[in-house]
């Protein structure tokens, strides 16, 4: 089955600096890479997303990166402000009705 | 307001005390599924459905039951709870892929403790 992992597990940064988070996947039939921004007290939510046929997708501040040939995409978070802390969830899928595997998450913490 | 629910929010219960958590959405998506969240393992999928009458186990199905009689519920049953079950559980709905995954949109959470 597929496996997801993610790193760093914990992230401070200034705020105004920029924020990266890192996730590698094993399963090669994975062609859909959400990330998710869970808010404490509440249930995930999607910031971006991507696929396999695209490399890089950019929303403002936010922007993932995809290598498929290595397995693994990224998170980019620039200019980062006190409300972007939150714990942030990679997943894969094979999509489709398919299992999703999401990532340990990562808590970031912006240093006002 | 588009939106999935889920009750109880919070529940503290027994060791084999058979408990149901509901959940529903109000967009006419055909996958559901269920998660629990526990530190430092993120979210882990223990059942998903990808239309009434047709689920399938996660990574994590054992000790728990789903049903999906209507679209729009999607219930998680625990048998026999036990206290390795405490845990916080999501469910998300779907709308159907269109060229492979697409956006999950979860609850609010139900926290749970089994003593």
């Known amino acids: 089955g597929e496996n997801v992992e993610q790193h760093p597990s914990t992230l401070s940064v200034q705020e105004g600096d920029s924020a990266v988070i890192k996730c590698t996947y094993s399963?090669?039939?994975?062609?859909?890479f959400p990330w998710y921004k869970q808010e404490l007290g509440k249930g995930p939510q999607l910031i971006i997303d991507?696929?396999?046929?695209?490399g890089e997708k950019k929303d403002q501040r936010i922007a993932v990166t995809l290598n498929k040939t290595a397995k693994h995409f990224s998170l980019h978070i620039t200019e980062t402000q006190p409300e972007d802390s939150a714990v942030y969830f990679c997943?894969?899928?094979?999509?489709?009705?398919?299992?999703?595997?999401f990532g340990t998450g990562t808590k970031l913490q912006v240093i006002p | 307001e588009a939106q999935v629910t889920q009750n109880p929010r919070y529940l503290i219960t027994v060791t084999g005390k058979k408990l149901t958590v509901t959940c529903s959405q109000n967009?006419?998506?055909?996958?559901m599924s269920w998660y629990r969240q526990d530190p430092g393992l993120g979210l882990r999928q223990i059942y998903y459905?990808?239309?009434?009458?047709?689920?399938d186990k996660g990574d994590v199905p054992e000790g728990y039951k789903v049903s999906r009689k209507e679209k729009r519920n999607f219930p998680l049953i625990l048998e026999s709870p036990s206290p390795n079950q405490t845990s916080l559980y999501f469910c998300?709905?779907?709308?159907?892929?269109?060229?492979?995954?697409?956006?999950?949109?979860f609850g609010p959470g139900t926290r749970l403790t089994v003593l």
């Open positions: 998300a709905s779907s709308p159907s892929p269109s060229g492979g995954g697409n956006e999950q949109f």
């Open positions: 399963d090669s039939a994975s062609n859909y």
């Open positions: 991507i696929r396999s046929n695209v």
């Open positions: 997943a894969a899928t094979p999509g489709g009705y398919q299992k999703v595997t």
């Open positions: 967009m006419n998506h055909e996958y």
């Open positions: 459905s990808m239309n009434v009458e047709v689920t």
